[in-house]
Nanobody, 114 residues
């Protein structure tokens, strides 16, 4: 089992920045994928960014150029630096860990006001 705890969400004005953090604990494998998805009201959960333990990354088109994912493998942490936030970025952001199985955090709310 893996437990994920997100932090760093909040209310920010359009154009502002937030940094999300996710701490993983439990049975962590060296080779894994960690990242972020988000779900806005009335919409499906969608990919934001993923980072492999090798360092490779995948970004959604909506995140490219504005968001940066990073990891600290020694601490089993993953981060999402979000800049130039837009009202359409408002959503609950979920941390994902994938290795032997897929695990989700409980989510952290990000609200961007116009």
């Amino acid at each position: 089992q893996v437990q994920l705890v997100e932090s760093g969400g909040g209310l920010v004005q359009a154009g502002g920045s937030l940094r999300l953090s996710c701490a993983a604990s439990g049975r962590i494998f060296d080779i894994n994928t960690m990242g972020w998805y988000r779900q806005a009201p009335g919409k499906q959960r969608e990919l934001v960014a993923l980072m492999f333990s090798s360092g490779g990354t995948i970004y959604a088109d909506s995140a490219k150029g504005r968001f940066t994912i990073s990891r600290d493998n020694a601490k089993n942490m993953v981060y999402l630096q979000m800049n130039s936030l837009k009202p359409e970025d408002t959503a609950v952001y979920y941390c994902l860990y994938y290795s032997d199985n897929q695990y989700w955090g409980r989510g952290t709310q990000v609200t961007v006001s116009s």
